[in-house]
């Protein structure tokens, strides 16, 4: 197989890069990873270099360049068997709600970044909290369909785009069901996101207007 090399942003903040970084684990794919530092001098030059799209997560296979969380995603469960779920009316759910979750919940990201950093209660915008609602309801129609721990039975790419929201009801005290506090448990345990939150806890970078949200 050609060489794999993830480019990521900063660790702490960056939830686009956290999904395909834990769905290439998963796959057992070997990849050496890139990190490309967020919101500084000249760090646009540098990821437009990688894709037309200018943003991180990309992909390098070989000289092939695959951007964007899910297209990684998939191209990773091309290779590898089980990363989405075996039935194909889970499978088609799992990827609508990974469709979903990158292009709904706005307000959710805005007003509640990912850092892992952060441990905060402070009052949230009720278009946050809304937001928040609406992806604890998805998550708890999908648990209380299978039995568990994951939204699926087994571990999948849902899960992974899941991850980077349940850091947020973590640092930012958002309320959530036990049902739903028990899932948030079962990802931020896993072994390949706390050595991903290691990492994220000792750099050194600081994106201040990020924070900020929650002080």
Same mark, same amino acid.
């Given at each position: 197989?050609n060489?794999?090399?993830l480019?990521? %942003?900063?660790?702490?903040y960056s939830?686009?890069?956290?999904? /395909?970084?834990?769905v290439?684990r998963?796959?057992?794919?070997?990849?050496?990873?890139t990190?490309i530092?967020?919101?500084?001098?000249?760090?646009?030059?540098?990821?437009l270099?990688l894709?037309?799209?200018?943003?991180? *997560?990309?992909?390098?296979? %070989?000289?092939?360049?695959?951007p964007?969380?899910?297209?990684? !995603?998939?191209?990773?469960?091309?290779c590898?068997p089980?990363l989405?779920?075996?039935d194909?009316q889970?499978?088609?759910?799992?990827?609508?709600?990974?469709?979903?979750?990158? !292009?709904?919940?706005?307000?959710?990201?805005?007003?509640? /970044? +990912?850092n892992?950093?952060?441990?905060?209660n402070?009052?949230l915008?009720? !278009?946050c909290?809304?937001d928040?609602?609406?992806?604890?309801? +998805?998550?708890?129609?999908c648990?209380?369909?299978?039995?568990? *721990?994951?939204?699926f039975?087994?571990?999948?790419?849902?899960?992974a785009?899941s991850? *980077?929201?349940?850091?947020?009801?973590v640092?930012?005290?958002?309320?959530?069901?036990?049902?739903?506090?028990?899932?948030?448990?079962?990802?931020?345990a896993?072994e390949?996101?706390?050595?991903? @939150?290691? @990492?994220a806890?000792?750099?050194p970078?600081?994106?201040?207007d990020t924070?900020?949200?929650?002080?």
């Amino acid at each position: 197989m050609n060489e794999l090399t993830l480019y990521i %942003g900063n660790k702490n903040y960056s939830s686009w890069s956290l999904r /395909p970084f834990l769905v290439l684990r998963k796959a057992g794919l070997p990849f050496s990873e890139t990190l490309i530092q967020l919101d500084v001098a000249g760090f646009k030059d540098k990821l437009l270099t990688l894709s037309e799209a200018g943003t991180v *997560p990309v992909l390098r296979v %070989g000289e092939e360049i695959i951007p964007d969380s899910l297209e990684i !995603s998939n191209w990773a469960a091309l290779c590898v068997p089980n990363l989405w779920p075996k039935d194909a009316q889970d499978k088609r759910q799992a990827l609508e709600m990974c469709q979903r979750m990158q !292009s709904d919940f706005e307000a959710l990201r805005t007003h509640a /970044p +990912m850092n892992l950093r952060r441990r905060t209660n402070t009052d949230l915008p009720q !278009s946050c909290l809304e937001d928040a609602q609406k992806m604890t309801e +998805m998550w708890e129609t999908c648990l209380a369909r299978h039995d568990g *721990p994951f939204l699926f039975d087994d571990w999948c790419i849902a899960d992974a785009f899941s991850t *980077p929201y349940a850091t947020r009801f973590v640092s930012y005290d958002i309320p959530r069901s036990a049902k739903v506090d028990t899932y948030i448990s079962e990802l931020m345990a896993d072994e390949d996101f706390l050595d991903w @939150e290691a @990492e994220a806890l000792i750099e050194p970078w600081e994106l201040p207007d990020t924070d900020k949200v929650g002080l």
